[in-house]
């Protein structure tokens, strides 16, 4: 071999070896499928917003108002059994309220007329049955707005993990569906991954509140929770 051609000559020896082993690390033939799994439990907590608004000429009266009927509700709250770490404020607005006249060059006047404040309260209420009569006693206490439930779960988590086996059985099942019909085989799971979807709050208008003159009547019904997943498979 000629001295020219020995450089070119071991240049191929090299690269031959990396071709093959490039071509060795290609990755397998693969499938993607999607799974759904659903898995229902009865709730076993409610969490309640309950809202004071008291209106008064000035804002320091109109908080006061609110203060005193807000501080009864939570001596309420407590004595049905409500703990101490299951009530907490979520937000105080104080806000005035104006009166408009038309005038007669197409403009309005503002006339402030009072002053409105509204404190609002998360409770949680861990006996889903006393639900209606918490709502009862805190309209009767002074509580005027809000009235959302949530009814949710403490420790959720066998229900999701019951609902998470159900997600990947269904993506197993269509990954086999579809490798049957492309005539080809399942190999081994290469990768999951999952998403939880956590149940959807049900509202109760503030509405029901006027109408109330018992335990307000209350549904929790069950909670669904729903667990996506998604699985890469090899094919052989």
Known sequence: ??????PIALAAAVAFPALASAADTQPPPRIIVSGEGEATVAPDMAILSLSVMREAKSAREALDANNDAM??????????????????????????????TNKADGSQEAELVAYQVTNTLSVRVRNVDKTGEI????????????????????????????ARKKAVADA?????????????????????TDQN??????PMAAKS?????????VQAGENSYNVQVTVTFELK
């Open 1 to 6: 071999m000629t001295r020219h051609l020995l």
């Open 71 to 100: 501080a009864a509700v939570i001596a309420a709250m407590k004595s049905a059994g409500i703990a101490e770490r299951d009530l907490q404020t979520a937000g105080i607005q104080i806000n005035p309220r104006y009166n408009y």
């Open 135 to 162: 709502l009862d006693k805190a309209v009767s206490l002074g509580v005027n707005q809000g009235g959302g439930i949530t009814f949710t779960n403490d420790d959720p988590k066998a229900t999701i993990t019951e």
């Open 172 to 192: 197993m099942a269509k990954a086999k569906t579809l490798a049957g019909a492309a005539g080809v085989s399942l190999g081994k799971v290469l990768e999951i």
């Open 197 to 202: 979807v956590a149940p959807a709050p049900m």
């Open 209 to 217: 509140f006027d109408a109330a003159r018992s335990a307000v009547p």
